[in-house]
T-cell receptor
Framework: DAKTTQPNSMESNEEEPVHLPCNHS???????IHWYLQLPSQGPEYVIH???SNVNNRMASLAIAEDRKSSTLILHRATLRDAAVYYC???????????????FGQGTILTVHP | DTAVSQTPKYLVTQMGNDKSIKCEQN?????MYWYKQDSKKFLKIMFS???????INETVPNRFSPKSPDKAHLNLHINSLELGDSAVYFC????????????FGSGTRLTVV
């Protein structure tokens, strides 16, 4: 399984943008980049995913480097509710030996200060 | 309308007992998963079923047996429970392709005493 590397923790102030980096230098051409967050005592929650182009949704934006070896999850205005563990995961397309499973790493613990 | 629902939410049981956790999804997904999150918070995949067929079986003791009666349900049965089985178990579902996200349930906290 292709691996990702994220900082253990990051801090932000409320109302400021947050850029969460992820390195995935061994990404293959058919791997999708997925981001999930996990709030305390809850299940992981899908945030966003992309393949090559930058993506925007109501929760966040995903910026993907041109060589796809890194990506950044952007929260445009952090709120206290955004404090969570954020996971960057590569998901292979179905049909490969990984069967498209998500393999979680340690993630980034985001702390948001009021 | 809960998309992925697990029951029970909490389960406290004695060592040696057998217990089951049920999972149901109403999203029309074709693939379902069981994940285990231990005290160190690492999430590890245990099993995956695609259209009722087992496709992923990670290194899990054979005391754990998943069952999928149809593609909307994936249950987890655990025999002879041990202290080390204490964890939070998450069910998830997805379409079986990298282009789709997973939807997770809210988890079942299993405590073996």
């Amino acid at each position: 399984d292709a691996k990702t590397t994220q900082p253990n923790s990051m801090e932000s102030n409320e109302e400021e943008p947050v850029h969460l980096p992820c390195n995935h230098s061994t990404i293959s051409g058919t791997d999708y980049i997925h981001w999930y967050l996990q709030l305390p005592s809850q299940g992981p929650e899908y945030v966003i995913h992309g393949l090559t182009s930058n993506v925007n949704n109501r929760m966040a934006s995903l910026a993907i480097a041109e060589d796809r070896k890194s990506s950044t999850l952007i929260l445009h205005r952090a709120t206290l509710r955004d404090a969570a563990v954020y996971y960057c995961i590569l998901r292979a397309r179905a049909g490969g030996t990984s069967y498209g499973k998500l393999t979680f790493g340690q993630g980034t613990i985001l702390t948001v200060h009021p | 309308d809960t998309a992925v629902s697990q029951t029970p939410k909490y389960l406290v049981t004695q060592m040696g007992n057998d217990k089951s956790i049920k999972c149901e999804q109403n999203l029309g997904h074709d693939t379902m998963y069981w994940y285990k999150q231990d005290s160190k918070k690492f999430l590890k995949i245990m099993f995956s079923y695609n259209n009722k067929e087992l496709i992923i079986n990670e290194t899990v003791p054979n005391r754990f047996s998943p069952k999928s009666p149809d593609k909307a349900h994936l249950n987890l049965h655990i025999n002879s429970l041990e202290l080390g089985d204490s964890a939070v178990y998450f069910c998830a579902s997805s379409l079986g392709t990298g282009a789709y996200g997973y939807t997770f349930g809210s988890g079942t906290r299993l405590t073996v005493v």
